[in-house]
């Protein structure tokens, strides 16, 4: 179990609350910070901030901590809208819009080493097609037929 730190004595009580609840959920998953970092679109460093209290976390960040601790989502939001009023003016992150439960349980957020490979094969996949259009393209033609094959013969209808 992780030793956390005192929380900053002008932390409103509200904001001090949700701090408490984040730490509880993310010891309840058993995830280092890095862990956590890893499973989420959130960094090991701003988890730190958010759980250290000098952040209010984004609402899709608590609801992913939540949903991978299984907790009550509904309560924990509640406690987030709250802490979002009390919270310090210029000491919150830019407000990320919340994600669906059923599109973020269908779709995992790959870490991000795994982003980039993805990434890149797509790439490398649209380049590959792009020259093989452009090639296709280019070839030769003669009298609307590819060169190599011959013309086909045309056969005549006989009149009986």
């Known amino acids: 179990m992780t030793r ?8 409103p009580r509200e ?3 949700l701090v408490e609840q984040l730490r509880l959920l993310k010891g309840r998953t058993g995830l280092s910070l890095a862990g956590l970092a890893r499973r989420t679109a959130y ?7 958010y ?10 960040a608590a609801q992913v901590l939540c949903r991978l601790a299984g907790g009550d989502q509904a309560r924990l939001l509640a406690l987030w809208e709250l ?7 210029g000491a919150s992150e830019p407000r990320t819009e919340a994600v ?4 973020a349980e269908a779709v995992p957020e790959p870490p991000t080493g795994q982003r980039r490979w993805r990434i890149a094969a797509l790439a490398a996949f649209a380049l590959v097609a792009l ?3 452009g090639l296709l393209w280019a070839l030769p033609r003669r009298g609307g037929r590819l060169r190599g ?5 045309r056969v005549q209808p006989s009149l009986s």
């Open 131 to 133: 020259l093989t259009a």
């Open 51 to 60: 759980l250290s209290g000098d952040r209010l976390p984004p609402r899709g």
């Open 43 to 49: 960094s090991k460093s701003s988890w730190q901030r």
């Open 149 to 153: 094959r011959p013309p086909r013969r």
């Open 4 to 11: 956390w730190q005192p929380l900053p004595a002008t932390l």
């Open 83 to 89: 802490a979002e009023q009390a919270w310090p003016q």
């Open 100 to 103: 669906p439960e059923s599109q």
């Open 15 to 17: 904001a001090r609350h």
